[in-house]
């Protein structure tokens, strides 16, 4: 059983989580819902825990499709879990927004100790030559980083030494999750 309290989320200056505290067996989903500035729902999901002596490793599944986002999702990361080894599998989403945001992206991956990042969710467009999650990685300064693919998704986190995972993204990686979670 982890147990965590007072768990706050930001979106800019906007707090769209606070005060809430919650705990999660082994194996459990537990979903908190709340507005977001943007007027879309921000989802942080404590998608699973294996317990060890040190406190244990998380795994966390956030939407994030922005660069803001994403750097709002990391600090509040860092916030529930300080001093603790952060890594995270980010899959960007829409080539257009890559192509417009990833030295952004990369500034806010570059908060992580390990990114883990996937090629580009595409949804309703067609590739951009030249643009792929590349972009990102080349520009992330964290000292462990790598590029996959999300059939390697499950066999290479599994074998990554995390405290704390955060997924995050607007694509199909969500649904990877449980898998990643009855793997470890």
Do not use: W
């Not at 030295?103 to 992580?112: D, K, R």
Request: glycine fraction near 8%; hydrophobic fraction near 40%; aromatic fraction near 6%.
């Amino acid at each position: 059983m982890i147990a965590l309290t007072d768990i706050r989320k930001r979106f800019g200056t906007l707090d769209v989580l606070r005060g809430v505290s919650l705990e999660v067996a082994r194996g459990e989903v537990v979903a908190v819902v709340g507005a977001s500035g943007a007027g879309k729902s921000t989802l942080l999901q404590i998608a699973g825990t294996l317990m060890r002596p040190d406190g244990g490793r998380v795994v966390i599944d956030d939407y994030a499709h922005h660069p803001d986002e994403l750097r709002r999702s990391i600090d509040s990361v860092r916030a529930l879990y300080p001093g603790r080894r952060l890594t995270v599998a980010f899959q960007p989403h829409l080539y257009s927004r890559t192509r417009d945001f990833y030295a952004e992206f990369a500034s806010a991956l570059s908060q992580a100790d390990d990114v883990v990042l996937l090629d580009i969710y595409p949804a309703r467009e067609e590739p951009i030559p030249g643009v792929t999650s590349r972009l990102i990685l080349d520009r992330v300064t964290s000292p462990s980083k790598i590029l996959i693919s999300k059939e390697d998704f499950v066999d290479t986190l599994k074998k990554r030494n995390f405290d704390i995972l955060l997924t995050a993204g607007a694509g199909d990686m969500s649904f990877m999750v449980p898998d990643l979670c009855r793997a470890l």
